[in-house]
T-cell receptor, first 112, second 110 residues
Framework: EADIYQTPRYLVIGTGKKITLECSQT?????MYWYQQDPGMELHLIHYSYGVNSTEKGDLSSESTVSRIRTEHFPLTLESARPSHTSQYLC???????????FGPGTRLLVL | KNEVEQSPQNLTAQEGEFITINCSYSVGISALHWLQQHPGGGIVSLFMLSSGKKKHGRLIATINIQEKHSSLHITASHPRDSAVYICAVRSGGGSEKLVFGKGTKLTVNP
């Protein structure tokens, strides 16, 4: 079983609030990823990181930001949540680019 | 048109049936992944393959690079196999990004 954790699992919040979704892994993986998934739809990469102090935007435009100050921690922040941000956010990590990705349980976000 | 197409979108089977889920892609790839997503949302990686066939328990994954096609087979299906099965490809050239299909929702009835 993969040691990758996300908190909170569910979040209901009002428009305009700042939120941070947490992702931590204890496998020592350098590569970490954030995906966004709407119900019944495919996953889209929104951010990724190759290691500490390395972050890149993914294919899907996102108003969120990420940071990677420690290898095990890759938080995602929305400065001002909007209803259009309602979705599921999945964090993943891998040992290398060509390696299997291990996924966290996801955070379901509802912005009212 | 998505770069990764899966069929069928939904599949209902009786316990014990042999299941096949198909994935076609339109780009050159370095690897193809099969993932399983349970109703709670968590995703588990089942296979990563770049050629041939892999088997794990009752699951078998095959890929035909020339035809840009992969299949996931489940033998002796069980209600606990009910989940969404997702195909994802990594483009060739050292790309770090996976492109995902929309998934096939499998329901296995007892």
């Amino acid at each position: 079983e993969a040691d990758i954790y996300q908190t909170p699992r569910y979040l209901v919040i009002g428009t305009g609030k700042k939120i941070t979704l947490e992702c931590s892994q204890t496998m020592g993986h350098d590569k970490m990823y954030w995906y966004q998934q709407d119900p019944g739809m495919e996953l889209h990469l929104i951010h990724y990181s190759y290691g500490v102090n390395s972050t890149e935007k993914g294919d899907l435009s996102s108003e969120s930001t990420v940071s990677r100050i420690r290898t095990e921690h890759f938080p995602l922040t929305l400065e001002s949540a909007r209803p259009s941000h309602t979705s599921q956010y999945l964090c993943a990590s891998s040992e290398g680019i060509e390696e299997t990705q291990y996924f966290g349980p996801g955070t379901r976000l509802l912005v009212l | 048109k998505n770069e990764v197409e899966q069929s069928p979108q939904n599949l209902t089977a009786q316990e014990g049936e042999f299941i096949t889920i198909n994935c076609s892609y339109s780009v050159g790839i370095s690897a193809l992944h099969w993932l399983q997503q349970h109703p709670g949302g968590g995703i588990v990686s089942l296979f990563m393959l770049s050629s041939g066939k892999k088997k794990h328990g009752r699951l078998i994954a095959t890929i035909n690079i020339q035809e840009k096609h992969s299949s996931l087979h489940i033998t002796a299906s069980h209600p606990r196999d009910s989940a969404v099965y997702i195909c994802a490809v990594r483009s060739g050239g050292g790309s770090e990004k996976l492109v995902f299909g929309k998934g096939t929702k499998l329901t296995v009835n007892p």
